[in-house]
């Protein structure tokens, strides 16, 4: 017995250690499997509309008629580490092929169709997408990849999803109506899903605001007048940005720059604040929605701003759920269904109902013998028809877009025996054995050890790429990754380098610009379409999509001299993709049109320049009499940043 005088026995590290991960498991570790399913509808139809999005360009910038060929990448990588299933696609049609495979993918992830196997391919198509053209990769490209990544770990096919209809198919297949009343929620629809992927998907989350905070150390941001250089950034801001930026007082854009600072902060706190998740969760995720739609609205930011509002629906906690279903089934009191009780048709069609009630609105009960097939009461009041479907389709989440259907499903009622005929629906539904599990419980117990333990080195070189790529954290603590550390990072694309406008804003705006003559004579911006323009003082917005604007912004650096030559042969053959002969270029010259933003209070963009990149002439080629002769070819110089 220990002695009064000592005190009760100090915990042991292996108590402490296990306190303290119970301790962080419950509070950063768990996920609902309702947010789950939510978060895999937003994050997947997000995918297939950023693919679209690419799909778009996919000719010019993804396929070997445009600017960038797969030989010319492999032969020069503009990354250490570069893998693509892209790179397999030569041609325009094999390209729009392998597009098309990718939206399939992301499609189904979507519905949750084999969420588990369709999550891992999108992983890899959007990994692959992002290295067939890392000169356009941003912050955002980042963030794609880190979020279908962590997705790829986690049940989110357990909700509102296709795989969830089909498990409830399977385990719940009452033989009457009185059963189908009385049928309870499956234990899996709720029960919390805990895991090292849950924890890692909420800290990198936070993780991301810190640094978005902590790196915008610069002079610019604490004199405030950041958002006026962004807004004066060009080739990067909406039309939305002009009015903005010619018409606020200058106060009022200082003011909106340490805004910027402060929600990221509060972002960041209420993400990782241990207590009261109830509140600060929702109130993380509301500023989070209003910062990135805001930024969206403004800037050409690729999918930065939408996916880390799709990021945001992870916060969501179960008593967020409970809360939700609580106040939506008392909006939808006293809903009741009536399905007559001897046919199977009616059944089948409670069952329907029953599974796409996510809410758990609507109660059910048996009717009379030789009553109507399905009426509905409320209030008292009983309906029949299309007016009865029309108030259970209401009842579903977002109802009101299924409402319409209740017309369709009238006129299906009254074809129901023939509907019942050639569905084979003779007799009632009858209990389906349970399927035996398929993998032994050692097996199985394997599996899991394998995942976390892959998530568990994913998240050292996630901790190992924070160190690095962080400008706020100092060069004394970086150390050299092992290969396979660098490896990881590389191929996937996670990498942490958090900080977009930081340390400072940038304050040089540029544009590439084509100076082309055709043979017959014309000057031509083959990328426009139209005659150049040189003059970069007057833009008010240039227009640009992110894709293309990264392009142009990267490929007139040194480095990627390079590829000039990939250039060069997209513009030569610019006639052959428009159709008329009359558009052969006989001389081009590549231009980097590059100023400086103007100064506070200032709305004139100063330090205007033409550098030449890039100059060509067609060989031995005379113009025809009294057609104009091109200009001599231009002395190709840097373009690199002054700074």
């Known amino acids: 017995m220990d002695s009064p005088m000592l005190g009760p026995p100090k915990p042991t590290f292996r108590e402490r250690f296990h306190e303290t991960k119970r301790w962080v498991s419950s509070r950063y570790g768990v996920a609902d499997p309702r947010t789950l399913g939510l978060a895999r509808l937003v994050v997947g139809w997000l995918l297939c509309a950023d693919l679209i999005r690419h799909w778009a360009a996919a000719s010019r910038y993804y396929s070997n008629q445009g600017v960038l060929p797969n030989h010319e990448l492999l032969a020069h990588p503009s990354s250490e580490f570069n893998f693509s299933l892209f790179n397999a696609f030569a041609a325009p049609s094999e390209v729009h092929v392998a597009f098309a495979c990718a939206l399939f993918c992301h499609a189904c992830f979507a519905l949750g169709w084999h969420a588990r196997i369709f999550s891992v391919l999108s992983c890899v198509w959007v990994t692959s ?36 209809w089909r498990r409830a198919q399977r385990e719940c297949r009452p033989r009457s109506v009185a059963e189908l009343a009385a049928t309870p929620r499956a234990t899996w629809e709720t029960k919390p899903h805990r895991s090292l992927a849950a924890l890692i998907v909420v800290l990198n989350l936070g993780v991301i605001y810190v640094f978005n905070v902590v790196n915008k150390y610069g002079e610019t941001w604490r004199v405030g007048a950041s958002v006026h250089y962004v807004l004066h950034l060009d080739r990067m801001v909406t039309g939305l940005a002009v009015p903005l930026r010619e018409h606020l007082p200058y106060r009022l854009l200082q003011a909106a720059s340490w805004l910027t600072l402060m929600v990221e902060a509060l972002i960041a706190v209420a993400i990782l604040w241990p207590t009261q998740r109830r509140l600060a969760r929702p109130f993380a995720m509301g500023l989070m929605v209003a910062l990135h739609t805001g930024l969206g609205l403004i800037f050409r930011l690729g999918p930065f701003s939408w996916f880390m509002i799709g990021w ?41 109902l029953q599974r796409l009630d996510a809410m758990h609105a609507l109660a059910f009960e048996a009717g009379s013998q030789g ?21 259970a389709l209401r009842a579903l989440p977002f109802g009101f877009a299924l409402a319409p259907l209740g017309n369709l499903l009238a006129m299906a009622e009254a074809r129901s025996a023939s509907i019942t005929r050639f569905f084979g629906w003779t007799r009632a539904a009858s209990p389906k054995a349970g399927r035996p599990p398929t993998l032994p419980r050692a097996l199985g117990r394997a599996l899991v050890a394998t995942r976390e333990g892959c998530l568990l080195f994913l998240l050292l070189c996630s901790a190992s790429a924070l160190v690095r790529d962080n400008k706020s954290i100092p060069a004394a603590l970086h150390f050299k990754q092992p290969g396979l550390v660098r490896g990881t990072i590389g191929y996937l694309r996670i990498f942490q380098g958090w900080g977009m406008f930081a340390p400072n804003p940038v304050r040089e705006d540029g544009i590439v610009a084509v100076e082309g003559y055709t043979i017959d004579g014309r000057r031509v911006d083959p ?59 006989i001389a081009f010259d590549v231009h980097w049109l590059r100023d400086q933003c103007p100064e506070p209070r200032a709305l004139v963009p100063t330090e205007h320049e033409t550098i030449c990149l890039l100059s060509w002439r067609k060989p031995n080629f005379r113009p025809k009499p009294g057609m104009p002769v091109p200009p001599m070819r231009c002395k190709q110089a840097s373009a690199d940043k002054k700074d």
């Not at 809360?323 to 089948?348: F, I, K, N, Q």
């Open 371 to 391: 009553g109507p097939i399905f009426s509905v009461r409320r209030d008292g009041q009983v309906l029949t028809g299309a007016p009865a479907y029309r108030l």
């Open 527 to 585: 990328f426009t379409g139209r005659e150049p323009d040189l003059d970069l003082t007057d833009a008010r917005g240039l227009g640009l999509g992110q894709i293309e604007q990264d392009y142009f912004n990267r490929i007139r650096l040194d480095r990627n001299r390079v590829y000039h030559k990939a250039l060069s042969d997209y513009l030569q053959a610019w006639h052959t993709r428009t159709g008329r002969p009359e558009d052969e270029l």
């Open 129 to 164: 997408l992002d290295q067939r053209l890392v000169l356009v990769e941003n912050g955002g490209y980042v963030v794609v990849n880190l979020l279908t990544l962590w997705l790829a770990f986690l049940p989110t096919g357990t909700r509102f999803s296709i795989d969830a």
């Open 312 to 352: 945001s629906t992870l916060l969501l906690q179960r008593t967020h759920w409970e809360s939700l279903e609580a106040w939506y089934r008392r909006r939808m009191d006293g809903v009741v269904v009536t399905l007559s009780p001897e046919l199977p048709y009616a059944l089948r069609l409670g069952l329907g």
